[in-house]
């Protein structure tokens, strides 16, 4: 089986010290928004998403240093949107990655500013990649695409817009497709693009592998907000439940949900199957169907 855990955990220290060069201190005046967004940014996150755009940009022979950035960029996307997601106008939580919320830490206005400033640093990100124009062209337009009203917002809006009501495996599936398998998409086909790989049998199977890998860490982050341990996940738990929410949880039962996420692990590495030679997205799909945080 390949180390996919210690590989991952040797990748996050360099994306922790990436993206805090990333985000230097702002002028003395506005330092606060500097302090918030690295608040936010960095000092935890598992760094799934630059994982994968490093997994793929392995298999499209792209530059280390360009899928680095590109997966900073998106991280930082990640980051703001769990700033906004945390807000007291969208999930109002007060912990994240074990931590109190941006908001509980600078208030309400700083954090909003702060998720701001990390979407828009991601795309300055991006654009300044050494590397070629159209495939800096190429990043920023998936980036956008992914992040937007088309992707993640989209699936916020129909997340909120669904609230309190019972929604079908199929609103649930687009949602989560939207919500959050955009972003995972996104880093898939980014490492593609790093590699100058814009379309082909690999960004096919990108997209498969991330469309299913997506669902799954849905299913999962679902099964864990019912009954994993809020110790471990450095989050509030049994949140869904309380406010009525239908969730993979409540719509097949526990067993029913593994079951599902099985399935959809199995047929994400069979996606990559012929690409995968070194086991690295088999076990990374392995090692995010056993997650517990
Ligand atoms: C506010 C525009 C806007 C969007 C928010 C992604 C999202 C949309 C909200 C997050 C809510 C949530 C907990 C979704 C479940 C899946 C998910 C994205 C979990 C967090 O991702 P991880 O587990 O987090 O990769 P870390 O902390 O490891 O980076």
Known sequence: ???????LAEYAGRVEKRLAGLIPDADPETVVISEAMRYAALGG??????????????????DPAVALDFGCALEMIHSYSLVHDDLPAMDNDVLRRGK???????????????????LTRAFGVAAA??????TVRRAVAELSDAAGYAGMVGGQTLDIATEGKLVTKETLTKLQRLKTGALIRCACRLGCIS???YDGELFD??????????????VIDD?????????LLGKSVGKDEASGKTTWLSLLGRDGAE??????????????????KEGRLASLAELLLNRKK
Do not use: W
């Open 45 to 62: 996150g598992k760094r799934i998403r630059p994982y994968l755009v490093y997994a793929f940009s392995r298999l499209s022979s792209g």
């Open 195 to 197: 590699g100058g790989l």
């Open 129 to 134: 990649c050494n590397t070629a124009a159209e």
């Open 1 to 7: 089986m390949f180390p996919v855990k210690e590989e």
């Open 223 to 231: 099964i864990l907000d019912g009954v994993g341990d809020p110790a």
């Open 100 to 118: 109190p919320t941006c908001h509980v830490a600078y208030g309400e206005a700083n954090a909003i500013l702060a998720g701001d400033g990390l």
């Open 259 to 276: 079951a599902f996420a099985n399935e959809l692990t199995r047929q994400a590495t069979d996606a990559v199957k012929p690409y995968d």
């Open 205 to 218: 199977a990108a997209d498969v592998y991330a469309e299913k890998i997506g669902l799954a860490f849905q």
